[in-house]
């Protein structure tokens, strides 16, 4: 049975398209469960997959979308069954593998979780691993003491994905929540999410001025890393924890080790490519109880399969705000 995918190619001299295509079961990789795929969403390797690749696709051609949720058609694993919602981030898939970029996908069961009661594929995608990895955040800096009357928690980013789901479900933990943005057009969506203080991006994205500053916030969820990242370590509160998810502003981290030493910091680094299975189960479990599902709602861009190639585009430029939702079936 033939169904629509979005393809990418690399021609004779290097260059890379991409391309809604009809393609068939026999195309797919190997894997021991094919899905239905439903609904997928647009990251920053999404963009860099549909684009020039960025050194993360390794063979053409590739069907992109680390993240998808859709219905079990069948597998060869018992712990899944025909007619299973189930829900996939990272595993590299998309990047090394096919992706859920596809009307149908083969992977391999490890890489799957059932999707949580009362959480749709519409909404996981929603969440997607943006939110997934702001989960993942949330819960790290839980584990080292973080609380909501220790005080405000910063996010940068604010409006991007991992911020924008972050910050609702901060906000509905109870935390006061600061955003920093570039944009001062996103101000009335941050708040409508729980943000409490608007951070301008200049007033916190410059070098150190001084290895210790005032003490403001009492954690972080940083996914711009660079000069801001450095900058904020002297402004945590004694014993705050930065949870580091992106690195949207450098890899470089041009800080003093002061932040550490004198005011105990942390710096908790957050990985959702390879997380293990458990940590996969309470971390959707902690979204489908802790995030506000009228505020997941309000974040959703609608795109179909033809809209990819633009978004792809869109994101690597900084310019999507929330969460694009994708619906596969919608060529």
Same mark, same amino acid.
Request: glycine residues 12%; hydrophobic residues 40%.
């Given at each position: 049975?033939?169904?629509?995918?979005?393809?990418?190619?690399?021609?004779?001299?290097?260059?890379?398209?991409?391309?809604?295509?009809?393609?068939?079961?026999?195309?797919?990789?190997?894997?021991?469960?094919?899905?239905?795929?439903?609904?997928?969403?647009?990251?920053?390797?999404?963009?860099?997959?549909?684009?020039?690749?960025?050194?993360?696709?390794?063979?053409?051609?590739?069907?992109?979308?680390?993240?998808?949720?859709?219905?079990?058609?069948?597998?060869?694993?018992?712990?899944?069954?025909?007619?299973?919602?189930?829900?996939?981030?990272?595993?590299?898939?998309?990047?090394?593998?096919? #992706? +859920?970029?596809?009307?149908? &996908?083969?992977?391999?069961?490890?890489? /799957?979780?059932?999707?949580?009661? *009362?959480? =749709?594929?519409?909404?996981?995608?929603?969440?997607?691993?943006?939110?997934?990895?702001?989960?993942?955040?949330?819960?790290?800096?839980?584990?080292?003491?973080?609380?909501?009357?220790?005080?405000?928690?910063?996010?940068?980013?604010?409006? #991007? +994905?991992?911020?924008?789901? &972050?910050?609702?479900?901060?906000?509905? /933990?109870?935390?006061?929540?600061? *955003?920093? =943005?570039?944009?001062?057009?996103?101000?009335?969506?941050?708040?409508?999410?729980g943000v409490t203080q608007i951070v301008p991006r200049d007033e916190i994205n410059e070098a150190i001025k001084k290895p210790l500053e005032k003490e403001m916030w009492a954690g972080c969820i940083d996914a711009v890393g660079g000069e801001m990242l450095a900058r904020l370590l002297g402004q945590m509160k004694y014993g705050g924890s930065v949870a580091s998810v992106g690195l949207a502003g450098g890899a470089a981290l041009p800080a003093t080790v002061i932040p550490f030493l004198l005011r105990g910091v942390n710096i908790l680094g957050i990985d959702?490519?390879?997380?293990?299975?458990?940590?996969?189960?309470?971390?959707?479990?902690?979204?489908?109880?802790?995030?506000?599902?009228?505020?997941?709602?309000?974040?959703?861009?609608?795109?179909?399969?033809?809209?990819?190639?633009?978004?792809?585009?869109?994101?690597?430029?900084?310019?999507?705000?929330?969460?694009?939702?994708?619906?596969?079936?919608?060529?």
């Amino acid at each position: 049975m033939a169904f629509k995918a979005l393809v990418v190619d690399k021609d004779d001299e290097g260059k890379t398209s991409a391309a809604i295509k009809t393609i068939s079961e026999a195309d797919l990789p190997e894997g021991n469960v094919t899905v239905a795929v439903e609904y997928s969403t647009v990251n920053y390797k999404d963009g860099l997959c549909i684009g020039p690749g960025g050194g993360l696709v390794r063979n053409y051609p590739h069907v992109p979308g680390i993240d998808l949720a859709g219905t079990v058609e069948s597998s060869d694993d018992d712990r899944y069954a025909p007619g299973d919602k189930v829900v996939l981030t990272g595993w590299r898939v998309g990047e090394a593998y096919w #992706g +859920g970029y596809s009307q149908k &996908a083969r992977v391999n069961a490890d890489w /799957l979780v059932h999707l949580p009661e *009362g959480l =749709t594929t519409k909404q996981a995608m929603a969440v997607g691993t943006a939110g997934f990895t702001s989960m993942l955040s949330v819960m790290a800096l839980e584990a080292h003491g973080l609380k909501p009357d220790n005080g405000p928690v910063l996010i940068t980013g604010a409006a #991007g +994905g991992v911020g924008s789901v &972050a910050t609702a479900i901060l906000a509905n /933990l109870g935390y006061e929540v600061a *955003g920093v =943005t570039g944009r001062p057009e996103t101000a009335d969506y941050l708040k409508s999410l729980g943000v409490t203080q608007i951070v301008p991006r200049d007033e916190i994205n410059e070098a150190i001025k001084k290895p210790l500053e005032k003490e403001m916030w009492a954690g972080c969820i940083d996914a711009v890393g660079g000069e801001m990242l450095a900058r904020l370590l002297g402004q945590m509160k004694y014993g705050g924890s930065v949870a580091s998810v992106g690195l949207a502003g450098g890899a470089a981290l041009p800080a003093t080790v002061i932040p550490f030493l004198l005011r105990g910091v942390n710096i908790l680094g957050i990985d959702s490519v390879m997380q293990p299975y458990e940590k996969r189960v309470e971390a959707w479990h902690r979204i489908a109880k802790d995030l506000p599902m009228e505020k997941l709602e309000d974040m959703i861009v609608p795109a179909g399969l033809s809209d990819l190639p633009q978004l792809g585009k869109d994101i690597l430029k900084g310019q999507i705000k929330g969460r694009v939702v994708v619906d596969i079936q919608q060529g």
